[in-house]
């Protein structure tokens, strides 16, 4: 299929002023771009001007997005710039709520606010159904708050898949927004619902595997991330000792190599360990509980493990149109560490992903970390 005809537009820009870069968007979504525009930019823009130049160019459709630590499209990974995407009426129906602020938001809001949004979905398509819906959320990176919000809107969701990223700032840890309705909110999160003809698939990945090295949590606040005992020593002592480091030699490109794992169901998740604390403690890019056990990660081929991914994608569901994907910041710190930015760029830029880098990413109902969560759409399941 060649680029033009494909049903769903994509851009990127490296432009640095807001309005030029909002302008080059649009014309690469030219002509039309279609009922709902989504995108992902940096936090170093103006994001006044950026606000009022969306606002101006994309008066007639809904613009929803976030900021980003990086961004993936057409042109791989970029960083400093402004990815999008643009869905037709025809290939997609989409509904956007916004939760603010999402410190006041309790477990049980959850149930009411995605059958509010299905309701609302379901007036705009009468087509919708579980089978042919997903949700898509973007949410307060600095807010620590991931757990708790996506496990309640995945067990109110039931069926309908749900694969998300944490929005961030260029690695400031300052202040994340979310765009909606016309504005960037911080303290937010934003669910997106969808309904469309073309076939769905979510999936994730990551390039680690757990070892026989277990960890177990035994004194934990789960509150704050830090994890204060592993098998009943220091914390930071007992992980320095499991990964055979010094001490003094953890720093964050040591988490970043050797995260931990934890099993949920028969899969794997990634737990990534942020920094190591004057008292012994570890803080955590997840919430923690106490008794869970945790496994020792060993590396594999990161870009191996994306090309398979890729690959599974286009055995489900074939050649993607589109692909929604999240890729956590400590990956692309990983990759620019071993000069592979080009080479995975262009893998993912030939899948046709559009997305951002993140301080966290949600699969189903679980928030992990150093992972690719994606939504993939592809062909429909019947052509007219």
């Known amino acids: 299929m060649s680029e033009s005809t494909y049903p769903i537009r994509t851009a990127q820009s490296v432009v640095i002023d807001s309005?030029?870069?909002?302008?080059?968007?649009?014309?690469?979504l030219a002509p039309d771009p279609g009922s709902l525009v989504l995108f992902f930019c940096s936090s170093?823009?103006?994001?006044?001007?950026?606000t009022q130049a969306i606002n101006t160019v994309f008066s007639d459709c809904q613009?929803?997005?976030?900021?980003?630590?990086?961004?993936?499209?057409?042109?791989?990974?970029?960083?400093?710039?402004?990815?999008?995407?643009?869905?037709?009426?025809?290939?997609?129906?989409g509904v956007?709520?916004?939760?603010?602020?999402?410190?006041?938001?309790?477990?049980?809001?959850?149930?009411?606010?995605?059958?509010?949004?299905?309701?609302?979905?379901?007036?705009?398509?009468?087509?919708?159904?579980?089978?042919?819906?997903?949700?898509?959320?973007?949410?307060?990176?600095?807010?620590?708050?991931?757990?708790?919000?996506?496990?309640?809107?995945?067990?109110?969701?039931?069926?309908i898949p749900i694969v998300g990223g944490s929005a961030s700032d260029d690695l400031q840890f300052d202040q994340t927004f979310i765009?909606?309705?016309?504005?960037?909110?911080?303290?937010?999160?934003?669910?997106?619902?969808?309904?469309?003809?073309?076939?769905?698939?979510?999936?994730?990945?990551?390039?680690?595997?757990?070892?026989?090295?277990?960890?177990?949590?035994?004194?934990?606040?789960?509150?704050?991330?830090?994890?204060?005992?592993?098998?009943?020593?220091?914390?930071?002592?007992?992980?320095?000792?499991?990964?055979?480091?010094?001490l003094d030699?953890?720093?964050?490109?040591?988490?970043?190599?050797?995260?931990?794992?934890?099993?949920?169901?028969?899969?794997?998740?990634?737990?990534?360990?942020?920094?190591?604390?004057p008292d012994g403690s570890l803080t955590f890019y997840c919430a923690i509980d106490e008794g869970i056990v945790l496994r020792v990660a060993q590396g594999i081929d990161l870009t191996h493990n994306?090309?398979?991914?890729?690959?599974e994608v286009r055995l489900r569901i074939g050649e993607p149109y589109l692909i929604l994907g999240n890729d956590c910041v400590l990956r692309k710190l990983e990759i620019n560490q071993k000069g592979l930015e080009q080479e995975v760029g262009t893998l993912l830029a030939k899948a046709r992903v559009v997305g951002f880098n993140t301080y966290g990413e949600q699969f189903g109902g679980v928030h992990v970390n150093q992972t690719f969560t994606g939504l993939a759409l592809g062909s429909p399941w019947s052509k007219p």
């Open 306 to 311: 994306m090309e398979q991914a890729l690959e």
């Open 179 to 246: 765009f909606h309705q016309g504005q960037f909110h911080s303290d937010s999160a934003l669910v997106l619902l969808a309904t469309t003809p073309l076939r769905i698939f979510p999936f994730k990945t990551q390039h680690f595997r757990a070892t026989e090295q277990r960890l177990v949590v035994t004194a934990a606040d789960p509150t704050s991330r830090r994890v204060l005992e592993i098998n009943g020593l220091p914390a930071a002592q007992e992980y320095a000792r499991l990964v055979k480091v010094d």
């Open 63 to 93: 613009v929803i997005g976030c900021t980003s630590s990086g961004e993936i499209g057409p042109l791989g990974y970029t960083t400093g710039g402004l990815s999008a995407v643009s869905f037709p009426p025809e290939v997609l129906t």
């Open 249 to 277: 030699d953890l720093n964050p490109m040591r988490f970043a190599a050797s995260p931990v794992v934890v099993l949920i169901d028969g899969h794997e998740y990634v737990r990534s360990i942020q920094k190591a604390n």
């Open 44 to 50: 170093q823009y103006d994001l006044e001007a950026l």
């Open 96 to 159: 956007a709520g916004l939760i603010h602020p999402i410190n006041q938001f309790q477990i049980g809001e959850g149930e009411a606010f995605t059958q509010g949004l299905m309701r609302m979905l379901e007036n705009q398509n009468n087509a919708a159904r579980h089978h042919n819906t997903f949700a898509m959320l973007l949410i307060d990176g600095l807010s620590q708050l991931e757990e708790p919000i996506v496990r309640s809107l995945s067990s109110a969701l039931g069926a």
């Open 19 to 28: 309005g030029e870069a909002i302008a080059d968007i649009a014309t690469q």
